[in-house]
């Protein structure tokens, strides 16, 4: 059956050629959707054989249901991909040999993610492995309209699990780290203040069966537990537990490195980020009113 690979870009030279490298032997096609890249990113990827499309970035949900929706795509099956990662070759034979005789009551397929840092594989502290739908049936999946953490839901089937190597490998340095979290951040404290206040149409809950378990109860204990938190006081526990009791030390000064910035310093951002925007909502009265000092604030299209 055929499969289509979506990539979302930005100034991803220097990661799209190997990711479409690495699904070369099984997508039918791969269809970027850029936002206004400055680098090669689009003439790489269109001398590789992808349809291109250009479009204005508002979040990730919402330009993957672009890709869904608005680029013709008509195979049997979707595959979600970040520009930064890629599949080994044994993940692509076994997805190569499911694409050859699907069961039809399967609708989703969960992939085991792995996250290289600092040219080593982060093994400890809760982050592998990482189950994510990551591949559906057309017309059986959606992705989750969230500014951030959105999951594919898929629904009208079971889910399975194919094993086998599936990497977030990104080459930047730690300035680019930093940047891009800071704005993860900004995304992350809209959708606190979204649950909050009731700003836009946004998921919230997951349910099991259509995403997977761990993402469904992740999920359930930061709604339920971790955000309600004090802003300090979450980031500490939450860095406590990873680094300790999931062991995260095992992965050395690396690992450190990881773990400070990704499990601490970013949990802490978003929640510094959430007590500075709420203290501007707060006296207002009205969703508009709420809607357009967050958009002054965060410089974020808010609105369609």
Known sequence: ??????ILTNNEAKHLPRAMASVASFATEVVVVDSHSTDRTQQLAQAAGARVFERR???????????????????????????DEIIHEDLAESIRAFLANPPVDVAGVILQR????????VRFGGRYPLNLVRIWRRGQGRVEMRWMDEHVV?????????????????????????????????????????????????????????????????????????????????????????????????DGRSGLVYHVLQGFWYRFLVGAKVVEFDAALKPLKSREERLLKLQEMTGRVLRP
């Open 154 to 250: 898929v629904s009208g089937g079971r889910i399975i699990t194919l094993h086998g190597g599936f990497s977030d490998w990104n080459l930047n340095d730690l300035s680019y780290f930093t940047d891009k979290h800071n704005g993860y951040a900004t995304r992350e404290a809209i959708d606190v203040l979204d649950a909050r206040y009731g700003l836009f149409e946004t998921d919230h809950e997951l349910a099991a069966q259509g995403t997977g378990r761990q993402a469904s109860i992740k999920r359930l204990l930061k709604n339920k537990i971790y955000n309600k938190l004090p802003f300090w006081l979450a980031p500490l526990l939450y860095f406590v537990w990873r680094f300790v009791f999931q062991l995260g030390f095992l």
């Open 57 to 83: 970035f508002r979040n990730y949900a919402d330009q993957f249901r672009f890709a869904l929706d608005e680029t013709g795509i008509t195979s049997d099956w979707i595959l979600r991909l970040d520009a």
């Open 1 to 6: 059956m055929s499969l289509t690979a979506i």
């Open 114 to 121: 792995r996250h290289i840092w600092m040219g080593r594989w």
